[in-house]
């Protein structure tokens, strides 16, 4: 299938409440991951891997600084045809809305993929997988599909989060729920194990079909879905009505998958990265995850004691015990701190001489974390200031919490984006 033939929209505006206060201050393709990336940087370095190479973004909610890291991060030459196009909400004069939803913000922008290929791939801008998107556009095409869905296997008591589909023996959906919740539903969503076998899929005690939310649509059946019509949302309004009239296929996917959707799922995301085999894997020279180049130096240990942990460029580490914890870029960790399962996000910039000088006077502590600290199961947003002998342990147990300048969620203690945390304090 020639690459030109197909056209990419990453539906990249959602809010992310349940990663909140990580998306205070932006969307959620604009979170940091793994100490260097952005959440968004996973399905554009996928497409690029797959050889699809005209890429429109939707933007909406708190997008500035997603905007920055595109612009930033994702020039084609100008001799070729490629490009990465964003495609901010805005009001025109046949339309004085937000996007509505997934398919809204498609249907919104139509006008932009009409000149563009036979098939339009559509992608969330805020999982991390690695996948080669050709093959399931070629999947598509073999099937002679309107319409086809990346869907994941996953084990009942996971269904519930999901849409959830049920195919026949040719892979062809026949039922979609939304987050189905009745014991009688699920179980009547329940994909034989023959299915899993016919499409080299080990069932491994897996029985539920989970859509990824990514789509290859046939172009003119996506303008005709969407032209004309109220429908906002791609997995509640669309996909079940094109089922009863229109050829949907299933596309299995049997790869890691995860939506760090929320800071639980978030947090045990990144802590499995620090292990010898993590389930994602950043270290492949084939298929690397691209992102903006900062030219930092290497990170810089000073006697410290380090185990299963990931060290960002431009990272200065005093002597500390470090366990399992990723440390951002240009962070700052001071002498005698003791860190366990840890994620430090860093920081945009170094502070200067002065400026240091002018914070100690006005009492405010220095960008990083200061001396004695003893931080646990912690994640530090960029740019947070926390003070000497701070103690971060939620030693309370407590699963959700509001506090001046930290949140804890799903027991996850969370140090917002420049929070400040004085010295002495207990957590």
């Not at 940091?32 to 554009?44: H, N, S, T, V």
């Not at 809204?104 to 690695?130: M, P, W």
């Not at 229109?246 to 939506?259: H, M, R």
């Not at 931080?375 to 530090?380: G, Q």
Request: glycine share 8%; with cysteine; net charge neutral.
């Amino acid at each position: 299938m020639a690459s030109s033939k197909v056209v990419t929209m990453i539906l990249a505006g959602g809010q992310g409440s349940r990663l909140y206060p990580l998306t205070k201050y932006r969307s959620k393709p604009a979170v940091p991951i793994a100490g260097k990336f952005r959440l968004i940087d996973i399905p554009i370095s996928n497409c690029l891997h797959s050889g699809y190479r005209r890429i429109y973004i939707c933007t909406q909610f708190s997008a500035e600084s997603l905007h920055r890291h595109i612009f930033l991060t994702y020039r084609f030459s100008i001799f070729s045809k490629d490009f990465i196009t964003i495609l901010s909400a805005q009001q025109t004069m046949e339309n004085r809305d937000w996007y509505q939803g997934t398919a809204d913000a498609v249907r919104q922008n139509l006008r932009f993929i009409q000149e563009h290929g036979d098939h339009v791939l559509i992608l969330s801008g805020d999982h991390l997988y690695r996948m080669d998107y050709s093959k399931f556009v070629n999947y598509h095409i073999e099937k002679k599909a309107d319409i086809t869905i990346g869907v994941i296997p996953v084990p009942q008591e996971r269904a519930t989060q999901f849409g959830v589909m049920k195919v026949d023996g040719d892979s062809r959906i026949t039922t979609f729920h939304e987050k189905p919740k009745q014991a009688e539903l699920l179980e009547n969503l329940k994909v034989p194990e023959a299915v899993f076998e016919k499409q080299g899929v080990p069932a491994n005690g897996r029985t539920h079909l989970a859509s990824m939310g990514i789509y290859v649509f046939n172009h003119q059946v996506l303008r005709d879905l969407l032209d004309g019509t109220s429908y906002s949302d791609f997995g509640k309004e669309v996909i079940p009505f094109a089922i009863s009239n229109k050829n949907v296929f299933a596309y299995f996917f049997d790869g890691y998958w995860e939506d760090i959707g929320t800071i639980g799922s978030f947090f045990d995301a990144h802590i499995d990265l620090t292990r010898p085999l993590p389930k994602f894997n950043f270290y492949d020279e084939d298929r690397p995850i691209y992102t903006h180049p900062r030219f930092l130096p290497g990170a810089k240990v000073l006697k410290s004691d380090i185990e299963h942990s990931i060290l960002g460029d431009g990272s200065i580490i005093n002597p500390s015990v470090i366990r399992d914890s990723i440390i951002g870029a240009r962070s700052i960790v001071g002498n005698n701190c003791n860190f366990k399962e840890v994620v430090m996000m860093g920081s945009d910039f170094f502070e200067t001489a002065a400026e240091k000088k002018e914070n100690r006077e006005k009492g405010i502590p220095l960008i990083g974390v200061g001396e004695n600290a003893v931080i646990e199961r912690t994640i530090i947003d960029k740019n947070a200031r926390i003070g000497n002998n701070v103690r971060i342990t939620n030693h309370r147990r407590v699963n959700y919490e509001e506090g001046k300048n930290y949140i804890i969620q799903d027991g996850i203690v969370v140090i917002p984006k420049n929070a400040v945390i004085q010295d002495d304090l207990v957590i």
